[in-house]
């Protein structure tokens, strides 16, 4: 009989303290976008300025998360948690004042250093208040949903608060926030640390961050800009590194990052579909909203809100996610939501409005299922000591998979586009740049891209089914 015992309200307070900074690290990721023509304008920021203030924070929270989350299993999660959150909270001031473009990138990058720590710490924890897989999995779904909500939420309460106030203040959100942790984290939030966990090996620190950075860095310039020397031997470089890396983990008694978590085929299968859950959502949420907006012409805001209900979906899905697991299995659970995603994605390749509000909607929708369970797995095959290491690889493996939808969905969209197109087109640099004599044949070219691009969405879909039908299968149902 299972003696584990169930959590009470201390712990379901302590995950409500946990949502908190879970839903600010999400709403920070995108919450600048609104502000950055203001910032640019105040501060006089050049074209590189604006792009690093947008994507530093970004590439210093996918760099540090392997790190953060095994120093939390060495130092205590808790603390881990608590230093990050004081951190962050400083930073967020020096931001809202920074003065110039420069010290705004260094506060930015601070902000993303300190953010590194949150998630994996706000995870760990969360797998030592919750002890029960039913319950846990429920937590799970909350952290989950509340990185779906701040993630879509972001550009929404930057529009807000840019209307009202000047732009510092989209960064001091966070501060009330934080001091709500440091106030009462310690009062509700339980301490652990791994009883023998080794010294900390900063050869594999620095392998770490040489491999995900220019990996990160790569990708997304390839994405942006197609095919260039210096993204494309950045992202080489980072698969470099991350060989070296691996080679380094092996060799150790106490690594960095212990391999043989990916021998376990649940927690393997977890970080797979984490992988291309963030693929799906990074390279099809950027079709199609551009769709929306340069092919039917739509406003940003009308575009953006169009899309809302596709959000509101995949989170109610991913808390519905750990109740249906109750009684059937979670393998079968994500193959349905991977069969229900891969019938969203053939209704995008219907094109037009509807069809794509109604398909990205029932998309998102069977995506929410394996969002509501991929992490609880992952995290609840690690052993209790490397929950914060387990938790740190889920994270990287979606924030690796979104700059990896962004780049290949985009490029397979962007070859589609330029084969599609007459020769000779004058839309050949792009549909934002085609004149108006070539408007409709670049929305043509623009519309078989994205059909495409669903279309190979739906197929990969239809072969995770497969993978969660393998992976899976020996998880039982969550008994209570």
């Not at 009883?195 to 770490?208: C, I, K, M, N, Y």
């Not at 037009?352 to 609840?380: D, Q, S």
Request: glycine share 10%; net charge positive.
């Amino acid at each position: 009989m299972d003696t584990t015992p169930l959590a009470g309200r201390r712990e379901w307070l302590g995950l409500a303290v946990l949502a908190l900074p879970t839903l600010l690290l999400a709403l920070d990721l995108s919450v600048l976008y609104l502000a950055l023509p203001t910032i640019a304008r105040d501060l006089d920021a050049s074209a590189v300025e604006q792009l690093w203030l947008t994507d530093v924070y970004g590439f210093m929270v996918a760099g540090f998360l392997v790190t953060m989350g095994t120093l939390g299993d060495r130092i205590g999660r808790r603390r881990l948690l608590l230093i990050g959150a004081a951190a962050f909270a400083v930073a967020s001031v020096c931001a809202a004042f920074a003065p110039n473009p420069a010290l705004l990138v260094v506060c930015r990058a601070a902000l993303g250093l300190a953010g590194a720590t949150l998630g994996p710490a706000t995870l760990a924890l969360i797998s030592t208040l919750f002890r029960v897989p039913a319950q846990r999995a429920v937590a799970m779904a909350v952290w989950m949903s509340c990185f779906i909500g701040g993630n879509a939420v972001g550009p929404v309460v930057g529009g807000v608060l840019l209307a009202h106030f000047w732009w510092g203040a989209v960064f001091l959100l966070g501060v009330p926030v934080m001091v709500l942790l440091l106030v009462v984290g310690p009062a509700v939030l339980p301490e652990y640390r791994a009883p023998d966990p080794g010294r900390l090996d900063l050869p594999s620190v620095a392998l770490s961050l040489l491999a995900i950075l220019p990996a990160v860095y790569g990708l997304k310039e390839l994405a942006r800009h197609g095919f260039a020397a210096v993204p494309a031997a950045a992202l080489v470089a980072g698969i470099g590194f991350g060989v070296a890396f691996v080679a380094r983990q092996r060799r150790l008694a106490t690594p960095l990052l212990d391999l043989r978590l990916f021998a376990d085929r649940t927690f393997l299968g977890g970080v797979l579909l984490m992988l291309s859950g963030g693929v799906f959502l990074g390279g099809m949420t950027l079709l199609v909203s551009q769709y929306l907006q340069v092919v039917r012409g739509l406003p940003a805001l009308t575009a953006g809100l169009l899309l809302v209900p596709a959000v509101v979906a995949m989170t109610v899905t991913s808390l519905a996610a750990p109740v249906l697991a109750r009684r059937f299995r979670p393998g079968a659970v994500i193959a349905v939501g991977m069969a229900v995603g891969a019938a969203g994605y053939l209704v995008l390749t219907q094109a037009g409005p509807a069809a794509l509000v109604g398909g990205w909607t029932v998309a998102l929708a069977g995506a929410g299922l394996p969002a509501g369970l991929a992490i609880g797995l992952i995290v609840g095959a690690a052993p209790q000591e490397k929950a914060g290491a387990a938790s740190a690889v889920a994270e990287t493996s979606t924030e690796l998979g979104l700059s990896l939808g962004i780049a290949l969905l985009g490029s397979l969209a962007t070859a589609v586009y330029l084969a599609a197109l007459p020769p000779g087109s004058s839309a050949a640099d792009g549909i934002t740049a085609a004149p108006a004599a070539a408007l409709a044949e670049a929305r043509a070219a623009y519309t078989a891209g994205l059909t495409t691009a669903a279309t190979v969405s739906a197929a990969v879909s239809v072969a995770l089914v497969a993978l969660a039908a393998v992976a899976f299968r020996r998880v039982p149902t969550y008994s209570r």
